[in-house]
């Protein structure tokens, strides 16, 4: 069984940072891939940012530059650090891990529970 944790989301006033967290834990093997998405009101969810387990990056259009996908593998812990916020930003973030849960295991995809970002003008 695994679990994501996600936490660090909150309230900040345009040209803010915010630099949410997403803690697996339980049977982990190996960590393919990590992302973040987001979902605003009304809108479908879409791709915010992905780092793979060689630390390959990539960023939707509208954060490059602004935001950084990173990880940490001893703590099996990702993060966005988000900086210059705009209220167009306002999105409930969610985490995306593909794993492994042993080594003869196929890989699965969890999503954390989603932290909420509001970003005000």
């Known amino acids: 069984q695994v679990q994501l944790v996600e936490s660090g989301g909150g309230l900040v006033q345009a040209g803010g940072s915010l630099r949410p967290s997403c803690a697996a834990s339980?049977?982990?093997?190996?960590?393919?891939?990590m992302g973040w998405y987001r979902q605003a009101p009304g809108k479908q969810r879409e791709l915010v940012a992905t780092i793979t387990s060689g630390d390959s990056t990539n960023y939707a259009d509208f954060v490059k530059g602004r935001f950084t996908i990173s990880r940490d593998n001893a703590k099996n812990t990702g993060y966005l650090q988000m900086n210059s916020l705009k209220p167009e930003d306002t999105a409930v973030y969610y985490c995306?891990?593909?794993?492994?849960?042993?080594?003869?295991?196929?890989?699965?995809?969890?999503w954390g529970q989603g932290t909420q970002v509001t970003v005000s003008s």
């Open positions: 995306n891990l593909v794993l492994r849960t042993s080594d003869r295991s196929p890989s699965y995809r969890y």
């Open positions: 339980g049977s982990i093997f190996s960590i393919r891939s």
